[in-house]
């Protein structure tokens, strides 16, 4: 089905244009923000693709691999989807692969449904998407992934109430109810649930209110950059932490912005999926090759994401070549050591099953600089939201 | 009654970091009749200065602020002598889109030169500290950012209606060919006062990182909010845009505290209502 859709679109198009790939060349699109206020994250998927094609070569089984980078910009599904389309019918590629935003990757459904392409979502991360298609494979996490175990691990830390504090956008609805629900059903009590808008600049009404209820421990989801910079800092100087109330938090000290939160950050407990200190042997290969290549790069999230959805895209390739069907086929059993720690594909949400580690923010003694300590290891977790 | 003493205190704060990033603009926009959307990225580049001038240089956090502000004021003249002197010639839009150009120029330097991430710049001890209020704590430098506030309500209130500067960039906005009949130097005079609004724009985005934390994008993320305070207080006016600022402070604020889920709703239903009532913002002078 998909080689004749393509083999006739080729056809139109090749009268116009000449097809300059030779044929045992396969194509992967990436569509991700490389430009505007998020081009931070296109910038890091291709520095982590690249890392991974200079540590495992171009080829893949018996083929050769290619990787088409297309900006999107920032959250615009019509732009995601008109890119797909050009990627599927100009570029003819066989996988796509990015999208780091929900709606964007959203958007591209339909078009992967009818070609069957595999696309490998690098972050995007609200459980419902792999729903809309057979087609999606994913290699970052969920929101209830690691939301669920904190809760669980509070509560069995001694932690008895707390408050929540989200963004009032649908991933911090989705962490808020995560939250809540492992909270609750182990004995806990959510004392107060506060949205915040997503325009909020100062926290210090939401973080005094927290204070005046005295709750446990304030559990706490934002978008990344400034939202998290003043929130951390509001948290600390309104005692919060010297009143003995806890912060919880998920991808809140992520590594790009961490050193720029400043001391304020120490003892900062958050749940989540990778952590640059991860202490392994694929870690600091996977570091190594990136500072090598980037000497600037950072290692976080949006790079392990791409990195492992890198290896995905190698094992398919090897395994099905331009058989999209076979290819999730294969790759819903593959296991592997990723830098984040041992994962493996969830054959019915096509999510990850992977550790959630506890990490605490500390100064490192030997570089110097902020890091997020893994203190321990809560659970290894499917995707915790696909049911619900 | 502790609620309330919350509200007014945050809101205060909150409203004096506002005024503090608007005034410039109220100073280029109401004042020399510039539509100067460029303003957010003077406050970004004074930010960005400071940054690198404590976080990569190493110098303590005040050098770095007043060498920011200085860095910020210092390429302003030169831009003004270069760009902005065609701009004050241009129609109304023509200006919108100058300066939105302009903006993205200094968006992509900055990107250029620091990158997209957070650009902190690092507070003192001294400044990190809390002070209690009694029914509560406060960061020392939300107390700094209030009495700066004050500082530059009176400062500039006096430098515009007590010295000679004032009385001349009066006279050369309101009638220029006149003005400079009268032998007063307007090409200095506007360029000054350009310098001055660039360095307003500068100092608030230097104080009001802990809230407004700079960052490359910061212009665009912000640029709605400084309008506000501008349309609200009416354009040129100091004392309308300080009332302005307070005012919208303690209604975000209030709203915060009182109806979260609902605060960003009742703050533009509220602004909306007021320049219903008074299109030409609260103090703003009728063309």
């Known amino acids: 089905m998909k080689r004749a859709t393509h083999a006739a679109l080729a056809a139109v198009i090749a009268t116009a244009l000449p097809v300059a790939a030779s044929a045992d060349t396969i194509k992967v699109g990436v569509i991700a923000p490389f430009s505007g206020p998020f081009a931070i994250y296109g910038k890091q998927y291709q520095e982590a693709v690249e890392t991974y094609v200079a540590q495992h070569g171009t080829s893949a089984g018996e083929h050769e691999i290619e990787f088409i980078y297309k900006d999107v910009g920032g959250p615009n599904p019509d732009q995601s989807r008109s890119l797909a389309q050009e990627l599927l019918i100009r570029d003819q590629v066989d996988y796509l692969a990015g999208f780091t935003f929900t709606p964007n990757a959203l958007a591209v459904a339909p078009l992967i449904e009818q070609s069957e392409t595999p696309t490998v979502i690098f972050n995007a991360a609200t459980s419902s998407i792999n729903r809309e298609s057979a087609f999606y494979l994913r290699t970052s996490y969920t929101l209830w992934q690691v939301s669920a175990p904190l809760a669980e691990w509070a509560y069995d830390q001694g932690m008895r109430t707390a408050a929540t504090t989200v963004t009032d956008y649908g991933p911090g609805i989705d962490a808020e109810n995560a ?8 004995g806990g009590e959510v004392v107060d649930a506060i949205r915040m808008p997503l325009s909020t600049t100062d926290f210090t009404p939401f973080i005094q209110r927290v204070r005046d209820e005295a709750p446990d421990a304030v559990f706490a989801f934002l978008p990344g950059g400034p939202p998290t910079f003043t929130y951390t800092k509001t948290y600390n100087e309104n005692g919060l932490a010297d009143a003995g109330i806890k912060f919880l938090g998920t991808a809140e000290t992520e590594e790009v912005n961490l050193q720029g939160l400043g001391d304020a950050a120490i003892g900062l407990t958050t749940a989540y999926h990778y952590s640059g200190a991860h202490d392994s042997e694929a870690n600091r290969a996977f570091q190594a090759k990136l500072n090598e290549l980037f000497p600037d790069a950072i290692a976080n999230w949006a790079s ?22 076979a290819a999730v086929e294969a790759a819903k059993t593959l296991e592997w050591e990723s830098p984040r720690g041992p994962v493996k594909m969830d054959p019915d949400a096509r999510t990850l099953v992977q550790n959630v580690y506890i ?16 203190t321990g290891v809560i659970a290894t ?5 696909w049911d619900k | 009654m502790t609620l309330l003493l919350n509200i007014l205190v945050d809101g205060v704060a909150y409203g004096m970091i506002l005024f503090m990033i608007s005034v ?5 926009m109401g004042l020399m009749r510039v539509v100067n959307l460029a303003h957010g990225g003077f406050a970004l580049l004074g930010g960005t200065f400071a940054h690198w001038f404590a976080a990569d240089l190493g110098l303590p956090f005040w050098p770095a602020a007043v060498l920011g502000v200085a860095a910020t004021v210092a390429l302003s003249l030169p831009l003004e002598r270069v760009i902005y002197r065609r701009i004050y010639g241009f129609t109304d839009l023509q200006q919108v889109l100058a300066t939105i150009g302009l903006t993205f120029l200094m968006i992509a330097s900055v990107n250029l030169w620091q990158g997209s991430s957070l650009l902190s710049i690092p507070l003192p001890e001294s400044l990190k500290a809390s002070v209690d209020l009694g029914f509560r704590t406060l960061p020392v430098h939300r107390l700094v950012v209030i009495v700066a506030g004050a500082a530059v309500v009176l400062g500039l209130w006096a430098l515009l209606e007590r010295t000679r500067f004032g009385m001349r960039l009066r006279a050369a906005v309101d009638n220029r060919g006149t003005a400079s009949a009268h032998g007063i130097n307007t090409d200095l005079i506007f360029m000054l006062a350009f310098g ?8 608030g985005g230097v104080l009001g990182a802990e809230i407004l ?26 004392a309308g845009s300080f009332a302005a600022a307070i005012g919208l402070g303690l209604l975000e604020t209030a709203a915060r505290y009182l109806v979260p889920d609902f605060a960003t709703i009742a703050f533009f239903a509220l602004v909306i209502l007021l320049l219903a009532l008074r299109p030409n913002g609260l103090m703003g002078r009728v063309a």
């Open chain 1, 359 to 374: 990490r605490e923010v500390a100064r490192d003694e030997a570089s110097g600089k902020l890091v997020n300590r893994e």
């Open chain 1, 381 to 385: 977790v499917g995707d915790l939201g």
């Open chain 2, 24 to 28: 410039g603009l109220s100073v280029t």
């Open chain 1, 179 to 186: 939250f809540k629900a492992a909270f609750e059903a182990k």
């Open chain 2, 196 to 203: 001055l609004g660039a360095g307003l724009a500068a100092l």
């Open chain 2, 213 to 238: 934390p700079i960052d490359a994008y910061y212009p665009l993320r912000y640029m709605v909010l400084f309008l506000i305070v501008v349309a609200v207080g009416g354009m040129g006016s100091i």
């Open chain 1, 304 to 325: 392990v994401g791409a990195y492992d959805g890198t290896h995905l895209i190698y094992q398919m390739v090897a395994a099905a070549g331009t058989d999209g069907p």
